[in-house]
Antibody, heavy 120, light 111 residues
């Protein structure tokens, strides 16, 4: 049974860089896209971006200038960095495994989420 | 920035059938398959339906999905108290360089 375990700093000041990591346990790392999704308090889900095992990335255009997603295949881990954070980046951040079929995606395994708060 | 539109709320009594709509455009639902996620309070989303109408293992057959043109629907038949949750549709969008878009979300209340 594949499990995703995520961690990272939960409290940031404005202008700092958010950094989260997600480890994949119990399954293959190749053959999937590894995604980050966030959910502001009381709001809906927003896709941040994804990476595959070879390092190919896709980002949400609205965040692309501030986002970097990277992968460490030796550790079965992938990471998210979001620079120059503001209060608007306060959210629960989820990592997820995405299955790509004929160009589309669906996320079948999710991490438990990490609450990130941006406050001065 | 949700580009898939859902009603904010839906409700029903136990045993009833509830339907949730999801409206998109030619670049997302019109071109790609639709997925549905269930989010129980305080938990991570869970994949409920993928590829328009496929249920992952373990999802009860009370949940069904359909798609027509640029819209999709999720139906819950035989509504149960444990179905009270937020539901999100989602699809790949072919605009720009491609991105995954979620619906605005629908809160289902069991009366």
């Amino acid at each position: 049974q594949v499990q995703l375990q995520q961690w990272g700093a939960g409290l940031l000041k404005p202008s700092e860089t958010l950094s989260l990591t997600c480890a994949v346990y119990g399954g293959s790392f190749s053959g999937y896209y590894w995604s980050w999704i966030r959910q502001p308090p009381g709001k809906g889900l927003e896709w941040i971006g994804e990476i595959n095992h070879s390092g190919s990335t896709n980002y949400n255009p609205s965040l692309k200038s501030r986002v970097t997603i990277s992968v460490d295949t030796s550790k079965n881990q992938f990471s998210l960095k979001l620079s120059s954070v503001t209060a608007a980046d306060t959210a629960v951040y989820y990592c997820a495994r995405a299955i790509a079929v004929a160009g589309t995606r669906h996320m079948d395994v999710w991490g438990k989420g990490t609450t990130v708060t941006v406050s001065s | 920035q949700s580009v898939l539109t859902q009603p904010p709320s839906a409700s029903g009594t136990p045993g009833q059938r509830v339907t949730i709509s999801c409206s998109g455009s030619s670049s997302n639902i019109g071109s790609n398959t639709v997925n549905w996620y269930q989010q129980l309070p305080g938990t991570a989303p869970k994949l409920l339906i993928y590829s328009n109408n496929q249920r992952p293992s373990g999802v009860p057959d009370r949940f069904s999905g359909s798609k027509s043109g640029t819209s999709a629907s999720l139906a819950i038949s035989g509504l149960q108290s444990e179905d009270e949750a937020d539901y999100y549709c989602a699809a790949w969008d072919d605009s720009l360089n491609g991105l995954y878009v979620f619906g605005t979300g629908t809160k289902v209340t069991v009366l």
